[in-house]
């Protein structure tokens, strides 16, 4: 595998960037969810995210901010990325029992999907055309982190060891391009992918001085959205690996990011808070 590392600095980024700043409003009231508020997922008109009320659950939120539980994990399981396929089936990233759950679409019930004991914490999951999931699995204590792909029969495949806190995880409408954020070390690496789903030619996208990074998006014309851990902001940033929009957040501590179906807002889980907020786009 070739990795090649940018040079180019985030502030010169920032300096030639066109930094938009625009404030959120809460789309979820303060303390509504846990401060383990994460995984915002967006489908059919309702916004899900784990950790609503208590942990180990996961709410169901309509289009004007009320909230309902939608179900709560078995086994003292709590969840943390959340994603729909193409048929409605939603999958959860459990963390404790090293499992990704499944919801078989228009139903309630709650199965293994896939599990792996070798896994540190299954953390964010990003969603392929095919069904397959890549996961990042970060070791917080060492600071290192792995990263799998789930397979769409379940099956588990590691694709790289010894990296970083690995963090957000997020892939192109095209399912050409992976991008996978490490916390602690605060770059995010871009691959490219092949039709088979397997990785190749790493490269640093962007690599920051200060504040972590916690989950990620791709919009519809290839632009990562990143949740930036500590500073209260999310950016908006070119496959280039340029700064093109700064969103300014009540709280400080984002975790994770999501569009509805018309990529005409953004909603941001925010730690601490246990809130959701959200941005015009």
Avoid: C
Avoid at 19 to 26: G, V, Y
Avoid at 67 to 86: E, H, R
Avoid at 230 to 236: E, M, R, T
């Amino acid at each position: 595998m070739r990795t090649l590392i940018s040079t180019l600095s985030v502030s010169a980024l920032l300096i030639s960037s066109v930094s938009l700043a625009k404030n959120s409003t809460d789309f979820v009231a303060e303390n509504t969810f846990t401060k383990g508020v994460e995984g915002p997922v967006f489908y059919k008109g309702y916004l899900y995210a784990v950790n609503f009320a208590e942990q180990g659950t996961i709410g169901k939120v309509d289009k004007l901010g009320k909230t309902n539980l939608f179900l709560k994990l078995p086994n003292d399981s709590v969840g943390n990325g959340l994603q729909f396929d193409k048929q409605g089936n939603l999958y959860i990233a459990d963390y404790v029992n090293h499992n990704i759950l499944k919801v078989p679409a228009n139903s309630l019930s709650i199965e293994v999907f896939a599990h792996n004991k070798t896994m540190n914490q299954p953390n964010d999951i990003a969603m392929t055309k095919r069904g397959a999931l890549f996961a990042s699995d970060p070791n917080w204590a060492n600071s290192t982190g792995k990263l799998w792909r789930i397979n769409a029969d379940g099956s588990t495949q590691l694709l790289e060891d010894n990296m970083g806190t690995t963090n957000g995880v997020a892939v192109n409408n095209s399912n050409t391009k992976l991008y996978v954020n490490e916390s602690v070390q605060r770059v995010i690496w871009q691959y490219d992918l092949d039709s088979d789903l397997n990785i190749r030619n790493k490269q640093s996208l962007i690599k920051f001085d200060s504040h972590g990074m916690d989950g990620m998006r791709v919009d519809n014309q290839g632009n990562l959205f990143v949740a930036r851990y500590g500073a209260g902001k999310v950016l908006k940033i070119s496959p280039a690996g340029k700064v093109l929009q700064t969103f300014t957040l009540k709280g400080q501590h984002p975790t994770n990011v999501a569009f509805n179906d018309e990529q005409t807002k953004l909603f941001v889980t925010m730690q601490k808070r246990g809130a959701i907020e959200a941005v015009d786009l």
